[in-house]
């Protein structure tokens, strides 16, 4: 089964930047539409950014388009989320997240994700 290690959150100052990273285990991560999604305190989990299987095609909620870039190293096993311009509004636990292929349910529902990591906390100050 694979599985999903978050990392790269932190604190920082608004219009700072951070790189998360998320590593996954196994060798089917090439097999994987991966997501990055966002989870503020008392919020619902929020969509913020996905990759297809091979790095081709990017997709991204509005409020982040611009400021992150989402990318995947098949040969490393891993998903990035390049985060620049931060905002106060950004903070929160950030998730990476797996859809197997065929999945029909949208790439933004976080329903249709199969695996999960357990999240770094991102913190942007005023």
């Known amino acids: 089964q694979v599985q999903l290690v978050e990392s790269g959150g932190g604190l920082v100052q608004a219009g700072g930047s951070l790189r998360l990273s998320c590593a996954a285990s196994?060798?089917?991560?090439?097999?994987?539409?991966m997501g990055w999604f966002r989870q503020a305190p008392g919020k619902e989990r929020e969509f913020v950014a996905a990759?297809?299987?091979?790095?081709?095609?990017?997709y991204y909620v509005d409020s982040v388009k611009g400021r992150f870039t989402i990318s995947r190293d098949n040969a490393k096993n891993t998903v990035y989320l390049q985060m620049n311009s931060l905002k106060p509004e950004d903070t929160a636990v950030y998730y990476c997240?797996?859809?197997?292929?065929?999945?029909?349910?949208?790439?933004?529902?976080?329903?249709?994700?199969?695996?999960w990591g357990q999240g770094t906390q991102v913190t942007v100050a005023s």
């Open positions: 990759i297809s299987w091979g790095g081709g095609s990017t």
């Open positions: 997240a797996g859809r197997k292929k065929y999945t029909m349910s949208n790439y933004y529902l976080a329903d249709g994700y199969a695996i």
């Open positions: 196994g060798r089917t991560f090439s097999t994987y539409f």
